[in-house]
């Protein structure tokens, strides 16, 4: 079953929940803001990696459902606090909350979201009725990846000012603000599936490297994709100085003259052209190249995890996915 | 036993748990932005307020240690978001930590306290063995109190620009912003400690009572109270245009000039000599002793919750914190 076909069975199921858990919030400013991303779309990768999990464990889709509608709250608080620190006009194609909002506003949102993924944990966990061992440590799976995205976020600026950054503190940074995320998704629905700890902490280890090639594949298309497509101005990550795996490979191997063009771009407000030249120069160098293996070795290692469970359509998603996260477009 | 002695006494231990919760934090920056408003100080009566409410049904506070530092990081939160959105300079008589590390790190730190507070609650419901159903509702009613936080401060935002509020308005947007915090507070105690659903109730509208009159008396704090016990500029809720209930009463009550000087420095940056008239012709008009009267009112309420539980150190303290928190000069 492919990527887009499990997600088309699965999330509208996910889709009711998520306007349920918010629908009724007063005051309307709250609600609007704090739907206003989740209306906009997005593919529901994350809520759908839950619900994966959770069968290819031996569990059904339908007992992850709030888990999996939180775990894209999350997501999405994390993108509305995400392009207040970056003041990003543009999100899936839409304006930002703050645009529309205000930044106060865009903040509550953004909190109001975050408050809802634990109370949609707990009606999962109630309705279900899972016992206190197996609750605690759902809370503590989506506590913990919230903690480390909040970690990812502030590696994220601290690096923004180094010119000196290695591939590892990369991959740590990217581990903790993509990573996390997805090794929750991942972990959470395998727990709720009634999966044993050692395939609970084995797709967990799926989700991380999934999010780790994820992220490396976003970092690529935020240069050489097309902004109708990616809902935003491509090269905006070189002009706001973001440190992708990209920048990091090019800090460490252009020298002279193209070094000097790349700092000319680097979290400066360049010209359309000086950023086409760069990009094109680290096209021509070969490192989004070898970006691009990086992220299929990650996406290698997340299907390794998958080895040793029972062939399902659950399975040959989590199987798609981890090439579809690297073979995207979008 | 005072409320001071309550808090002498058990506050330590919690001081420890808040001090480890977030001592291995990496990046050194997120570690010290999110720990600077937790070393400042602050009263830590919502924590002993959990620690109370966990002995007074009979259960032993060391049980619910890391819930009632979970919950004063949750208010610890809620104040960096807050002073980023009134661009306050100062709290607890220090910089605010958007001041000192930016918006953005001001942003994560918040996020990174809301995230371990959901992780302090599974750490405590883990070690205390607590079954599934304890541990939903524990999450149930901390996650419901953090989204009405958001509600209570997007309410805030709002009424701010109306000149026509109800004290009905008003005390349901404190009641969202302050009274749903303080009443996890106590029902989150009351349930760790074994309390019956009647007990955890009945110490949940306590806790809420108490929360709004608290808010009343930091209103009214704001405009009477001395710079230096206050940590702030006393005014600056007038200027920054805060719908306190002092200035709802006044804008129902005042008429004529005294309106007009009322508008005069509301939302505006006004001059001290401007401040200081008005306040003394909000003090003149009986306005601020009327204010004083309705917190006495919530106080009571609270304090009529109490009746029933058996004698002990623990019910001394919620009964003199009822006087205490519209008492209190600081």
Redesign the interface.
Known sequence: MSVLEYVAKRSPAVEGVLRRLLSG???G??REASLHLVKAGGKRLRPCLTLACCEVVGGRAEGALETAAALELLHTFSLI?DD??DHSPLRRGVRTVHRIWG???A??????L??????A???N??RI?????????L??L???A??E???G???D??LSRRLNLTEEEYVRMVSLKTGALMRACASAGALLGGGTPSQVRRLGRYGENLGIAFQIQDDILGLVGEKEEMGKPVGSDLREGKRTLVVCLALRRLRGEERRKLLGVLGRPAGKGEVEEVVSLLVRRGIVEEARKRAREFSERARRELGGFPRSEALSFLEELADFVIERRV
């Open positions: 919030t007063e005051p400013e709250l606090h207040i620190m930044e106060p506003m903040i509550l949102a953004g909190d109001a975050f408050a809802k993924v634990f109370e944990l707990s009606l966990a109630s009725g899972m016992d206190g061992r197996r609750t605690a440590e809370f503590r989506v506590s913990r919230s903690f995205l909040s970690q976020q502030a590696l600026l601290l």
